[in-house]
Structure formats: C-alpha cells, structure tokens
C-alpha cells in the first residue's frame, strides 16, 4: 500500500510563506516522478510544480513560476514545496502526487499513479 502525507498546510496572510512536505512510503521514491496540485473551490485542479526522479527536470505553472519552489529529498523520501509570496487565489487544497518507473514529467493527471489525501492552504488578505 503506497501512501503520500502531506503536511505544512496551514492560514497564512497574503505575502507570507508556508512549506508543505509530502512523506512517501514507496521504497522506489528515488525513481519516482513527484508533483503538486491543487484544487480551489470551483475549479479544476490544476498542476502547482513537477520533479522528475533524478531532479534534473522541474515544471512550474503560469501562476506560481518565482514564487514556489519544489525539492526533493531521496534519502528521507520526502518532496517539498516552498510556497513564498502567498496570494489568496493560492488558496486551495493541495495533493502530492507520484508516479513510478524513471518518469520525468507528471504534470498531466492521467499519468499520476498515486495521490496524497491533501492538505488545506488558505491565504487571507
């Protein structure tokens, strides 16, 4: 059974910085492609940032490029992602993401094999 937990989540306000960590059970997480997404209330969800299993390729959105950075930790199987210069339409639940086999970019959902529960982040004004 493959788990991903997510935690940091939190209320911040506006400009502030929060930092979300995602624990993996998978004794592979080395060769794991590993992502953030998130779900506002009323839209679509939406890929935040991808690392390939090597950190040689990462992938942004429009909307968080500057701002998120997203980081790997192989020997604690654990991804990151630094959330700077928080806006409220950050606001949203965020889900950490994997997928096996040496891939490199996870940006599309269809190609996700395992989702973390999510953990909520709100940003006020």
């Known amino acids: 059974q493959v788990q991903l937990v997510e935690s940091g989540g939190g209320l911040v306000q506006a400009g502030g910085s929060l930092r979300l960590s995602c624990a993996a059970s998978r004794r592979t997480f080395s060769r794991d492609a590993m992502g953030w997404f998130r779900q506002a209330p009323g839209k679509e969800r939406e890929c935040v940032a991808t690392i390939s299993y090597g950190s040689t390729y990462k992938y942004y959105g429009d909307s968080v490029k500057g701002r998120f950075t997203i980081s790997r930790d192989n020997a604690k199987n654990t991804v990151y992602l630094q959330m700077n210069s928080l806006k409220p339409e950050d606001t949203a639940v965020y889900y950490c993401?994997?997928?096996?086999?040496?891939?490199?970019?996870?940006?599309?959902?269809?190609?996700?094999?395992?989702w973390g529960q999510g953990t909520q982040v709100t940003v006020s004004s």
């Open positions: 993401v994997a997928r096996g086999g040496n891939w490199v970019d996870l940006r599309r959902e269809s190609e996700v094999d395992y």
